[in-house]
């Protein structure tokens, strides 16, 4: 969807699994295999992280471009990613 959406508003998408990873913003864990209750908690790190940017990207596009269409596609990303974050927060505890 994000892919479709650069490219309908000009853009050049990432083609390669090289360039998704060299500007990813997650983090693979590495080392020991964490306990289930800790991949929680780390994925809800990340949740959290990608929900700060999208609130970002939301503000820039409301405030810097008449985009509102891609405004509209991280609100509705947002509003998944808000309700995964806070089922992980309730499996993991911090609530």
Same mark, same amino acid.
């Given at each position: 969807v994000i892919a479709e959406r650069v490219r309908a508003?000009?853009? @050049?998408?990432?083609?390669? @699994?090289?360039d998704m990873v060299k500007y990813a !913003?997650?983090? /693979?864990d590495?080392?020991?295999t964490p306990k289930a209750k800790q @991949?929680?908690?780390n994925l809800l790190k990340q949740y959290e992280s990608q929900i700060l940017e999208m609130r970002e990207g939301i503000i820039i596009l409301e405030e810097d471009t008449?985009?509102?269409?891609?405004?509209? @596609?991280? /609100? !509705?990303?947002? /509003?998944?990613? /808000?309700?995964?974050a806070w089922i992980l927060r309730s499996l993991s505890g911090k609530q």
């Open positions: 508003v000009g853009g @050049m998408a990432l083609g390669s @699994m090289r !913003d997650l983090k /693979e590495i080392g020991k @991949m929680i908690v008449c985009d509102f269409g891609s405004k509209k @596609m991280l /609100e !509705d990303i947002l /509003e998944k990613y /808000e309700k995964i």
